[in-house]
């Protein structure tokens, strides 16, 4: 596994997770515009970014979740997973396996929840394969990415961890209704609908991105930042 790069140490790690055939790069407004007060970790999935090349043969989605849940796992205090597109799903999918690790809250950003029948999920496979090519990727990148199962779909209503669920108004129909589907079905998800954007909107509305996140954040840990301290709000479930 390639190093995250990180920021500054702080009571508070958010770690961020990109979408397919993007980069780490790709948070760099957020690395920029929380890292003041967070300590920020940004990490490059199998055969992305600086991690090009460097797929295993046995890699699948549930490799990638395991790589994120070591990142976790070798973070200091209060986590909070924030991901892109299916870096959204694989920080959900982290978050239902993990038993060891505490994750303190979510950000799903133009996520779906994945498919639950065999043809649907072959299919998004096939298009995993497609768009490997078209972005001249390693051939074997798409398996970082291969749905196997339902999982996440039918447990979230499981998933108890505090998450906001950010989508722009003019996504794909599949994120919009994907990302709905998550916030109905999750007891403690709120939605943000961030007008006039599309799949990407931490990077072409970072600011509206950065602040909904500082505020959730700050929302779920009770953070006095003028005395550095962080108190864990129960949520409902607790």
């Known amino acids: 596994m390639s190093a995250p790069r990180s920021s500054a140490t702080s009571p508070v790690t958010l770690v961020f997770t990109h979408g397919f055939g993007d980069s780490s790069r790709s948070w ?4 920029a515009g929380l890292s003041d007060r967070y300590e920020v970790k940004v990490w490059d999935l199998p055969g992305h970014g600086d991690h090009q090349g460097e797929v295993p043969l046995d890699c699948d989605i549930d490799s990638t979740a395991t790589e994120l849940d070591s990142i976790v ?9 924030i991901g892109h597109s299916i870096g959204g799903y694989i920080s959900l999918r982290c978050a239902l396996a993990t038993s060891t690790h505490s994750i303190a809250g979510l950000v799903v950003i133009s996520a779906g929840p994945g498919f639950r029948s065999a043809e649907k999920i072959a299919a998004w496979n096939s298009k995993m394969d497609r768009m490997t090519d078209a972005l001249s990727l390693p051939p074997s990148a798409s398996r970082v990415v291969y ?6 779909m039918e447990r979230l209503p499981s998933l108890a961890t505090p998450t906001l669920v950010v989508r722009g108004s003019n996504d794909h129909e599949m994120y919009l209704s994907g990302s709905g589907y998550i916030a109905a079905k999750m007891p403690n998800a709120e939605l943000l609908d961030i007008s006039d954007a599309g799949h990407d909107p931490h990077r072409s509305h970072s600011q509206i ?9 700050t929302r779920t840990m009770s953070v006095d930042v003028s005395r550095n301290e962080y108190v864990r709000v129960p949520n409902a479930a607790e």
Do not use: E, H, K, P
């Not at 796992?73 to 997973?81: E, K, T, Y």
């Open 28 to 31: 760099d407004s957020q690395t």
């Open 73 to 81: 796992a070798d973070s200091s205090g209060s986590v909070f997973l």
């Open 147 to 152: 749905m196997t199962d339902a999982r996440v």
């Open 209 to 217: 991105v950065n602040s909904a996140i500082d505020r959730f954040v």
